[in-house]
């Protein structure tokens, strides 16, 4: 009984020492676990089972084993040279080269007592090994017991390898006391090396899961915005289901910022709200004082009901900019503010929201959605044909006064026949498109108050997959054949006496071209009679992996578009390709483009090339190219790369350029060092700070460089090189 009540408490320390100086991405750099004990043996919980070379025993009195004694209980095992049982005193003590080791640990050391009367554990003068996790140290004495739970004297902990201890820590005294949540630690030192680094006289540390209020890792960082950062989050865990973390912010350009956020969780219920506030910013002219909120939440309300809020302010333009956020970042334009209800079956899903912006610079007034109440009906009518409805109801404001407003009512009733097996894919559909307008504050405008436009749309989409066995570089494969087309009809109104209140123009990539759809929203929606004809092309390997994919498209107009803001000046779309390459197991290609086949030039464009020779050894370069984006052209070129320079040490680099203006756009550079038990990682970044100016401009012209060193287990690799995996959108 006593080596297995010893065994449930062992050692609780190590693994809650381990969290509390995050070594669970040091471990699987370079971690060989021991090997545990074998404990294949016949006894039950509370029996010992003694091996040894010679005994002497002595009746209800001691028994004394000399010489490779093995003392084997169910769970824990312990070797040494001699081991003396007093029976009266149910102690046992054993001596010279004694070993103790279960599932988590290995202990070395010259003594070992054991009373089965009180279930407590002595040991003297050990060096331990963790079994599962990468940790070590030494501990004068080493005290388990049931009732007063784990005492370390004198002890130290690192888990850098034996030959090679960069760090370690090192405590007068550490306790864990049984049904406590914290142990405590007293008269504890950081050292590098041989060298003292930080000493605390006491502190506690979680040793469960359950959350404890205390003191988190602070964050530093250095920038020419706010100069040099120092956070320091303070965690309070108010109840099981709610807590409040409040992070003051030091800065040394602006100033002391406070930032809070309160998280709730109930069973149908979860949320969080967010406040930061800077007082009197030191680095602005007025000395403003600035601040951003958020509340999000989502809930359930019965069996069918659902809440969602999602609420975003904040104090200027230029907030986000200068001190950072966790929820946005500097190219944002609009922030939301969505509260919502929601109802929903398994046939209808109806949704009532307020839907409003927060907008950034000087960019054009959102229109608001306030209210906006949606309502989808779906249900079967027999013989694999189905019956839809998708119904709305707007009421749509401006944050300019003088900009019309607008009530909008939309209805589209359809029936459709969808079809699919694995060859093939049908679908035939009729829908009826009505809107009704009633639009306000329309003076000196091209509108009408009252609108009421009906449209007919009928549309047929057919797609055919064929396979057949091919060759792809000499190795066996499978190709596939994939044509798709699709007519589409949709009826003329004039539209141009209707205002746009959430409608913008989309742009044809090639699943775009199957979207039937030019606009997004309902205030323009185009008339059409086309055809879209598309392939798609693949080679699989005999690992059914896709080597090569290859998609072309082209919509074909019948008929000249009469809906002015749809019109275009060619009888075709351009034509939409898609190209996915994996070259080898190294090489990877993929490329979007649209190709005017009128005048065969590149409307659109991008391209990915990325090597990767290894896991740490990565090269990509990508290009985006606009010919016409709001009457500018976007031509920009990024190049990301990581590469070992030498046992241990990596670099980072990214570095993006606009070819059209010749400017290097942002640079970032890291190396970070990689030991088994500690990382160092140096960065440097230079970027456009995109600030807006009094009038609401953002600045293209204006850098911000900053230069970060991080002491962690911080993965440099995945933060300094894998942003870049959105290679469409450089700056």
């Avoid at 499978?478 to 006496?497: G, R, V």
Wanted: aromatic share 12%; net charge negative; glycine share 6%.
């Amino acid at each position: 009984m006593y080596l297995s009540s010893i065994q449930n408490k062992q050692f609780i320390f190590i693994s809650l020492l381990l969290m509390s100086i995050g070594l669970a991405d040091a471990q699987e750099v370079c971690f060989v676990p021991l090997a545990g004990p074998n404990f294949e043996n016949s006894l039950f919980e509370g029996q010992i089972q003694v091996k040894s070379e010679d005994s002497e025993i002595s009746q209800d009195t001691f028994a004394r084993f000399k010489g490779s004694v093995e003392i084997d209980s169910f769970n824990a095992k312990i070797k040494a040279d001699e081991a003396l049982l007093n029976r009266q005193t149910q102690t046992l003590n054993a001596t010279g080269n004694v070993s103790f080791q279960d599932d988590n640990i290995t202990v070395y050391s010259q003594s070992v007592q054991l009373n089965r009367v009180s279930n407590e554990l002595l040991i003297k003068n050990s060096i331990y090994q963790l079994n599962k996790v990468q940790g070590h140290g030494k501990a004068e004495k080493i005290g388990l017991g049931e009732k007063a739970g784990i005492n370390l004297i004198e002890s130290s902990f690192t888990s850098c390898p034996v030959d090679n201890e960069v760090w370690r820590i090192q405590a007068s005294n550490i306790k864990i006391t049984p049904d406590q949540s914290r142990g405590v630690i007293k008269h504890a030192r950081f050292y590098i090396k041989d060298i003292p680094l930080l000493y605390l006289p006491y502190f506690s540390f979680p040793v469960n899961e359950q959350k404890q209020s205390g003191i988190l890792y602070p964050s530093i960082s250095n920038n020419s915005s706010t100069g040099m950062s120092v956070e320091q989050p303070i965690y309070w865990n108010i109840a099981p289901n709610y807590d409040l973390t409040f992070s003051p912010r030091l800065m040394t350009e602006r100033g002391l910022q406070l930032k809070t956020e309160f998280r709730y969780l109930t069973e149908n219920q979860s949320g969080q709200a967010n406040i930061e506030y800077l007082s009197n910013d030191r680095d602005l002219d007025d000395n403003a004082s600035r601040y951003f909120y958020r509340l999000v939440h989502s809930g359930q309300i019965g069996d069918n009901w659902r809440v969602n809020v999602d609420i975003n302010g904040l104090s200027d333009d230029n907030y986000i900019v200068d001190l950072g956020s966790d929820y946005y970042n500097r190219a944002d334009t609009h922030l939301y503010k969505t509260l919502g209800v929601s109802y929903f079956t398994q046939d209808l899903d109806v949704t009532a929201q307020f839907r409003d912006f927060e907008v950034l610079g000087d960019h054009p007034d959102s229109y608001r959605a306030l209210p906006e109440v949606r309502l989808n009906y779906l249900t079967p009518l027999g013989l694999g044909a189905e019956f839809a409805v998708n119904s709305e109801l707007a009421y749509f404001e401006s944050g300019e006064l003088n900009n019309p407003t607008a009530t909008r009512f939309h209805i589209a009733p359809t029936v459709r026949y969808p079809y699919r097996n694995e060859w093939s894919e049908f679908l035939a559909e009729a829908t009826v498109l009505h809107t009704q307008y009633i639009q306000e504050n329309i003076q000196n405008l091209a509108l009408k108050k009252n609108v009421t436009r009906t449209l007919s749309q009928a549309k047929i989409y057919g797609s055919l997959a064929f396979e057949r066995p091919a060759h792809w570089f000499g190795a066996q494969a499978t190709q596939t054949f994939e044509p798709k087309i699709q007519y589409l009809y949709t009826s003329f109104e004039d539209q141009s006496n209707i205002g746009l209140y959430d409608t913008t123009r989309l742009f044809n990539d090639f699943s775009g071209l199957f979207r039937g759809q030019e606009f997004t929203g309902l205030d323009r929606i185009s008339d059409n009679n086309q055809i879209t004809i598309g392939m798609t092309s693949r080679f699989i390997d005999k690992n059914n992996q896709e080597r090569f994919k290859l998609s072309l498209g082209q919509i074909f107009y019948l008929k000249d578009n009469q809906v002015v803001d749809a019109s275009k000046d060619d009888d075709r779309s351009a034509l939409a390709a898609e190209l996915d390459w994996k070259i080898g197991s190294k090489w990877y290609v993929n490329t979007q483009a649209q190709v005017s086949t009128i005048t065969d030039k590149i409307e659109r464009s991008s391209l990915s090339i990325e090597y990767q020779l290894g896991k740490n050894k990565v090269l990509q370069i990508n290009h985006r190219y606009v010919r016409d984006l709001s009457s500018e052209e976007i031509n920009q070129v990024g190049i990301t790369a990581s590469w070992p320079m030498a046992k241990n040490w990596q670099w980072v680099g990214r570095w993006y350029h606009d070819l059209e203006l010749n400017r290097t756009v942002e640079s970032y550079t890291g190396v970070q060092y990689e030991s088994c038990c500690w990382n160092i990682s140096f960065v440097a970044q230079r970027n456009l700070s995109n600030r807006f100016d009094v009038n609401g401009s953002q600045s293209t012209n204006e850098f911000e460089s900053s230069f970060r060193v991080y002491f962690t287990t911080r993965n440099l690799l995945r933060e300094g090189l894998f942003g870049y995996r959105r290679p469409y959108l450089l700056n």
